[in-house]
């Protein structure tokens, strides 16, 4: 394997200077891609996309053949971790994830365990498969859901719910939601752990309903076991140090909580201003983000206008990687994304002038 050629987004998460902004998108490899929607149809469904190492090789490259992105993720879902403590995942066309089981009845959440990480091993496979076919291009970023945001799933059984049976046990219940919380969070540090030993160069944790909590039950119910996660993270590989982004959807209200975890960057919706993240979170962590998704279903001229705006909020210096505040949708025209990597690629240099 040839040594990695564009370190750039790992440099920007450890805060060091870069000549340009680097770039990447959530959900960069997905259904807004006409190839990605064949490579699904060949495979057969989603599913089969994830659990074949060869089908996850090819939709993590493909967005990285048409743009000049800075990073790969694994092509994979953060429901894989479920699954195998098994719930049972399957996915209805149209309808998004859902398990055949939930937890909600004590015994059921106190008979919990870690599970065996063989269970995982697809994942781990399409990570040494992926990191061999990039060939030192670029990063591969490894990933996982937060505790708090696998347990709604895991308590609801599927997604759109408002999280109303996962918050009554926090409040009738926190024994048995700490329990199930704090099994999660070993599985996910074990999986992320294996994720790095089979070539991650960075992870990500996704906390996407982490939003959702109260302010005191965010620190309590998600912000503590992501804390415990990143302490249990693999620091370096390879000899490479491996850095870490904690990205909590609608978090904005909790950077500094945030910044005081150990991560080192943290992910930022578009509901917050970057400049004023910048100052709140100081030189503890940098700050990936964060641009509205919907902006990229408008023209490329409002896209470009929206870059630069984003760029001069953050303003001169390191410590920015480019992103969207949550997944591309599936209805962007794929040359509207190419419209935003083009401007971060032309516009940002200026901001990394010494
Ligand atoms: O970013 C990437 O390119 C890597 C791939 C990735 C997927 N899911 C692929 C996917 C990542 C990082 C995820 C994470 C994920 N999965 C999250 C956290 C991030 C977020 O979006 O908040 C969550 C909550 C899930 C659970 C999940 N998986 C949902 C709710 C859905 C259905 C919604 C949808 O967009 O259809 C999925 C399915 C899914 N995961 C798809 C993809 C590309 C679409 C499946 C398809 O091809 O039909």
New binding site residues.
Partial sequence: MKPLQNDTFLRALRRQPTDYTPVW???????YLPE??AS?KHAGS?MQ??TSPSFATEV?LQ?LERYPLDAA???????TVPDAMGLGLY?EEGE??KFERTLQQEEDIQALQVPDMAKLHYVFDAVSSIRQALDGRVPLIG?A?SPW?LAT?MIEGK?GTDFLTAKKMAYARPDLLHHLLNITAQTVTQYLNAQIAAGAQAV?I?D??GGALSHDAYQRFSLAYMQTIVAGLTKTAAGEPVPCIVFT?GGGLWLESQAAIGADALGVDWTVDLGEAKRRVGHQVALQGNMDPAILLSTPAAIEAEVARILASYGHGHGHVFNLG??IT?WTPPEHAHALIQAVKTMSPAYHQA
């Fill in positions: 998108m959530m959900r960069q490899a997905g259904r990605y929607r699904r989603f996309l994830c993590t967005p993720i694994l092509f994979s879902d953060i429901l996915f998004g994830p990933f859901g945001t799933y997604g990500m996704f996407s309903w959807k949550h997944g599936q």
